[in-house]
């Protein structure tokens, strides 16, 4: 069975206040169940707080971008081996946001990707189409460029201990989710893709599905057999509902 995973992304929201009063909620609340793992990837100022909060809880935390460089003359940028130092486990790569806005191309992401694996994190590679890629019927011709990006760069190992989290843009939060069959039926697609390349590391690859995810939708979600937890942005912010989550992933069959 493959380690079902949830991991919120706070975006850049949160406070050393408000912070601290989601995490003694989530630190008791979240989850401990094998096979299972949940985690939390906030701004960086906060990763000391964070730190300092869930060590020794069992709930995990991150980055939402990884450096592809791994140090020198680049202004701005937080490496892997950085984030490592502050106890991070996870680093989001090619949030759909990174690409759209701030102009991360599908090889900036794959190099990111490599930078996040070199630091052992365990890096999360976004891939999404847009609604009018979708309106167009080439979601998966999407889908394929910007997983091929990496699979090219630098093989189906690399994403050997890595998660794949499929993110529709139409659906992060907008309150518009995936049905779980259109959700279902990409994650099978990408794990074929990665199968063209590497059977066994297909399969034991978890892939996440992130888009206005709640705890009133997670289970039915997380019901697809391709299905192996979510990405968790507005809902992540509240405890009450990111815990609900985790649990729906954790009661998931099969
Ligand atoms: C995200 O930020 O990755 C995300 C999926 O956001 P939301 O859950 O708010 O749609």
Known sequence: MRTRHVVGNWKLNGSLSANEALLKALRPAVPKAAGARFGVCVPYPYLAQVKDLLAGSGVEWGGQDCSRFDKGAYTGEVSGAMLAEFGCTYAIVGHSERRTLFGDTDSVVAEKFAAAR?????????????????????????????????????????????????????????????????????????????????????????????????????????????????????????????????????????
């Open 118 to 254: 070199r630091a052992k994190l365990t890096a999360i590679l976004c891939v999404g189409e847009t609604l009018e890629e979708r309106e167009r019927g080439v979601t998966e011709e999407v889908l394929a460029r910007q997983l091929d990006a990496v699979l090219e760069q630098q093989g189906a190992a690399a994403l050997e201990g890595a998660l794949l989290a499929y993110e529709p843009v139409w659906a992060i939060g907008t309150g518009r989710t995936a049905t779980a069959e259109q959700a279902q039926s990409v994650h099978a697609f990408l794990r074929g893709r990665v199968a063209r390349k590497d059977g066994k590391v297909a399969q034991s690859l978890p892939i996440l599905y992130g888009g206005s995810v709640k705890a009133a939708n997670a289970s039915e979600l997380f019901a697809g057999p391709d299905v192996d937890g979510g990405l968790i942005g507005g809902a992540s912010l509240v405890a009450e509902e990111f815990v609900a989550i985790c649990q729906s992933a954790v009661a998931r069959k099969g």
